[in-house]
Structure formats: C-alpha cells, structure tokens
C-alpha cells in the first residue's frame, strides 16, 4: 500500500470514530375508518309490463371500504330519500297517491357486511339500513360491493312524464 492510501485509509477510520448514531420510535395510531362510492350515478327504473302486472325495478350498485374498532366497534350504510320524485301527478315516496304505492329495495352486500333483512321500505324522513358491520370488521384494501335493488309500484294514477328522485347514501364506522 502506497504511503497516500494508508493515510487516506487513517484519516477514514479516525472520522468514523466522530459518527454518531440517532434514533427514533415511529406510532400511529389507526382509528375505525369508512368511505363510499356510488358506481352509477343515475339508476334507470324500467318496468317489463305494459298493463301494470310489475313494478318499476332498477338496481344501484356501491363500492365501500371499512374498518371499525376490534372491541365494540359498529358500522352502517344507510340510505335516503333526500329528493322525493319531482313533477306534480307522479310517484312519490313521502305522499303516494295511492295507499300502498312504494318504494322498497332489497340489499346485497359482500362480506364483512350483513344486508339488510327482507324488503325495506325507502323514506324521505330518515335514513334506512342498507348494510350493518360489526366490531373488528375490515374490507379488502381495494374495497367491497354492495347494491341496493330498487322496486316502485306502477300504478295507473301516475300521470304520464319523466320524474326522478334523489337517494343519499351514507356510511359510517365506530
């Protein structure tokens, strides 16, 4: 070894005695989390029938991710009619204009998620259960599905025209 590199190679060795490491503690803390997406944004109700033998019938399809607390934590998707139909003579969830018209939809949801139980009647008041998750419950990192089919009375008192409806969606986790 040439005298320039044993010194090069001291003076590397004495410097590397002056490093000095530092340390740090990392913490996160991961809190029950939830979020939601409606995958078409309007959901055509069509009938099969041209002499009132069925009901309108269309289906809105959702995308969640969640996450609720390991002990008692809950979760909800719920659903409401925050626009009840437009036009004067046609459906309408909050005053029909016949007794018995309705809106009901029944619920699909994939796992951690139960749906809700038989068919549901829509209100325009307060919110509906579309799905419940219960503690410790967490979707696949790219999310579930869950859809809500949609079924209106046909009934011959709604004047003709195109009415349409506005349904929030909300979901929440504990």
Known sequence: MNRSALMVACALLALAGLAQAQTTTLAVVVGPEAALSVTNATTSL???????????????????????????????ITVEITSDFSGAGGPSVANPPTAGDALNYTCSVSSPGTPC???????????TAVANFGAGASSSKAGNGASVAWSLTDDPAYATGTYSATATFTISAT
């Open 46 to 76: 069509a009938t099969t029938s041209s002499t009132f033998g069925s009901s309108y019938s269309g289906t809105t399809t959702l995308g969640y991710t969640i996450r609720t607390s390991k002990s008692s934590g809950t979760g909800t």
């Open 117 to 127: 139980s038989g068919v549901q009647t829509a209100a325009t008041k307060a919110a």
